[in-house]
């Protein structure tokens, strides 16, 4: 965990000019989280960043890391406990990509081979094979790959905390796509805590479970990315966050959460029955589960019409359905592509959750709900995952 | 690749054909009747300019490491003014000079050699290190080395290129003014050069002003080579 607590910076002009590059900012990060620092050019993202790791010495204020006020630590010390990954990259040219990926694991002290085990086990996680790289030098490598370096290279020493200025601003929009989702997949299963200077709104909702918006020196908001969109603090966050700010909330809210409290019946249930409670709540079809809630299809009004005995001569498999955590923006574009008005959201062991619609996203959407501080999603984590 | 090897062969066949020019011009029988004489000054000449490079060498890189550190910043470029009016003065007035303090002999010949020397290698240890990118400065800074360590490891090898240029400039001025420890009497290839003027000696003189030209090309060869494959691996050049 770490917290910032009422950090400021004042530079000395050589006017003799102060001026304010950091006002007061208290913000806490909790382990495991990635928060994202937006804002415009020159609002202190990156000042604010370098105040952690000392890179500038802050004017007032205290950085404490685990509850430790980091003032107390010696700089160097601090340093090698964090990871950095630089706006520019930052790879030494005279040094071979082994070498780059090593430089603090060899400042610890680590021995050669256990140097050389993590460079490959690092080497592997980015993909990127290591017969190939690893005694290459880095003008050799393309800018993604050289991004991906310099991302593991902050990984290497496995400092529990990192610190990253625009870390996949020189890539191109694929790739950048692709390492963004490398790197969430990653810190994910690492578990790190991640401080993310970036002006890419996307890339915030993308990435952050939290995102502090700067303006100014000052932090204006931090919140969850839903709650960002939802309810942006000013003017200057909603015109940050852009016009179509609620397709943007589209990615970032789960199935299970828009999913409305819809009916299910048994599959013994008699065909008068569900024709009456269909008929009263207007319903065209209902699904059906088992006795342990489990989804085993649905039966149409249309089909029961005049029929005699069970529902479940009746069933239907489904078309199509959505996994619980699976964003908004997936099934929006799976009911568009299979023309279905609803889908059945069910839950990983095939529970039944209740239904995704038009208006139960309309509702979700207008009802000011936001997921606020829990259960966080971000989308990368369902990049690829197959439809249903 | 391939490339590469190429200019270096093509160099190599340009250099032993100007080689055997030179021989034949000079003329075998000459260089046999002058092997003993040209072998020794040579050994001589080589010991002035050893010696006095390594001296420079230890003296100005560690100046230049000086002046470009942080709290030299504002200081520094005067130094750099001052260093630079002292190279104007040509380095027949140094010998002089040293020759006026020291004395005659090897020791005044290798102070003024040192001095002629120390400059280039100054300035440029001062140029490269400060043209080492802002940005790889920081980021060794911000991943925990020491100020020591971001010199050692970072900044140091990273300023090789025009370091290495400053080296190159001062041995071919080093080389080249080493002839005239003559005239103070200390020996070196001038040895063969200043009394085959004064004899009117052509042979010996083109034997004496070839060899201090092809030791220049020499040394100015094998430290390039040494430097890129050494040194330079990975740097863009
Ligand atoms: N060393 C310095 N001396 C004086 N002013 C500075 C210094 N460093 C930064 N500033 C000022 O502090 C403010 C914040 O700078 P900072 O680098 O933190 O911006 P940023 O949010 O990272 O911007 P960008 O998105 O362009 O990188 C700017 O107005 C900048 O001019
Ligand atoms: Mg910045």
Known sequence: MIELDRLSKTFKQKNGKDVTAVDAVSLTVNEGEICVFLGPSGCGKTTTLKMINRLIPPSSGRVLINGEDTADLDAVTLRRRIGYVIQQIGLFPNMTIEENITVVPRLLGWDRKACHARALELMNMVQLEPRHYL??????????????????????????????????????????????????????????????????????????????????????????????????????????????????????IRAEDAADDAPSIAPDTPVEQA????????????????????????????????????????????????????????????????????????????????????????????????????SIVSPAANAGAPAA | MAERYGKGLLGALAAAALLALLVHWIGLNVIRHYRDDLQFYLQAHLFLVAVSMLAALAVGVPVGILLSRPFMARRAERFMQLF???????????????????????GPAIFALFLASLLPIVRNTYEGLRNVPASLKEAATGIGMTPRQVLLKVELPNAVPILIGGVRIALALNVGTAPLAFLIGANSLGSLIFPAIALNNQPMLLLGAAATALLALLLDGAVTLFSRLCLERGLAR
């Open chain 1, 135 to 252: 005694k290459r030098y880095p003008r050799e490598l393309s800018g993604g790959q050289q991004q991906r370096i310099g991302v593991i290279r902050a990984l290497a020493a496995d400092a529990p905390l990192l610190l990253m200025d625009e870390p996949f601003g020189a890539v191109d929009p694929i790739n950048r796509d692709a390492i963004q989702n490398e790197f969430f997949q990653m810190q994910r299963a690492l578990n790190k805590t991640v401080i993310m200077v970036s002006h890419d709104i996307d890339e915030a909702l993308k990435l952050g479970d939290k995102i502090a918006v700067f303006r100014g020196g000052r932090l204006i908001q931090f919140d969850h990315p839903d709650t960002l969109l939802a309810h942006p603090a000013d003017e200057f966050v909603s015109q940050f966050v852009g016009q179509d700010s609620t397709l943007k909330r589209l990615l970032l």
């Open chain 1, 275 to 374: 024709l009456e409670a269909m008929e009263e709540q207007d319903r065209r079809y209902v699904v059906v589960t088992d006795a342990e809630r489990k989804a085993l299809g649905y039966v149409k009004r249309r089909d029961l019409r005049r029929q005699q005995g069970a529902c479940g001569q009746f069933l239907q498999p489904f078309k199509v359905t959505a996994a619980h955590d699976e964003n908004l923006r997936i099934l929006l574009s799976r009911m568009y592509e299979f023309n279905s008005s609803w889908l059945p959201v069910l839950g990983a062991d095939g529970l039944f959750l209740g239904e995704v619609t038009q208006e139960s996203i309309a509702d979700y959407l207008s009802s000011g709900r936001s997921r606020g501080k829990t």
């Open chain 2, 84 to 106: 630079n009016v002292g190279n104007t003065v040509p380095p027949l007035a140094v010998l002089a000079l040293s020759l006026g303090i020291l004395g005659i002999g090897d």
